[in-house]
């Protein structure tokens, strides 16, 4: 049996699609869809047993992770605001309280640091519930210096007296 | 006299801090805009194909020890940075060219595939085709039919 010309023409069309997408992928930019992250952990660093109540004025013992895939290095720096629910941050703008401790890192492309960090607690205007929020900001030489990603973790925690 | 000692002690402090926090301040940001500009010249050359690990690893020991409050060894990090920098960029046209290289040959080896597939897909078939049956005995006309 010789090459049937249908099976050499359906042959022939998948070599033809998969050189498309191997020179499209080459030829494509590097990272097509870039971006930042920021992660909550607890003092192992791993995901959940977060502390639901700290003492007045004491410090609970966090582990932030922040992940650079923007496709080029970048300095990125972790904000820490105490908040209460009216004044949380969103993916536009920042918290509107004043930082509390800020942690800088310079960040490869594809590169993870954990931050472990003891993160001062206390009453915010009265509140005994108040909100212990992480921003995530880049430094940018064309924007003007800091920026908000517009990324960030939040979580509550009761303040006990 | 202890009171009178606290009278003027407490104003000079502030005044100590008044005059200190602007300079701290100034400070993190003269290191965050050296820092933000050698990152930008890192990516920069990190686009052209070339390895800034040794850069991004120097800038984190500099901010690390900013934060630790070694403001002497966090500038003597920068400028070690800025070093590598400088060296990178010196050899980063001909790093670029060989990233142009090597892109040109891949698509190249790609785009010949189908060229391949077409002209030499059918001979391949049918030598392998010979090959396999070489040693075939062909009779005619078939047995049982003379």
Redesign the interface.
Known sequence: MVLDEEVFAVVLALSIVASALGIALTLGPGNPEPFTAIGLLNEECKIGGYPATAVNGSGVRLCISVANHLGHPAYFKVVYKLATNESLPNSSSPSPEQAVMEWRAVLGDGEERLFLITAPVYTLRGEYRVVLVFELWIYSTSGGGWSYTGRWNHYHISVVV | MVLSVRLWLTPVLVLCILLLAPMLTARTEDL??E???L??R??KL??MGVN??N??EK??S??EA??HGDFEKAWAHLNEARKIVEELEKGAGEAYSRLLLL?VA??AL??S??IA??LL??RA??YL?FRVRRKWVVRWPPVGTR
Request: glycine share 0%; no cysteine.
């Open positions: 965050d805009l820092v933000a500009i990152v930008d890192a990516s990190h686009s800034t690990t850069v991004v800038l984190s500099a901010v900013y934060e892109k891949t698509v790609l785009a595939i189908p597939v077409y897909l059918p078939y049918l085709w």
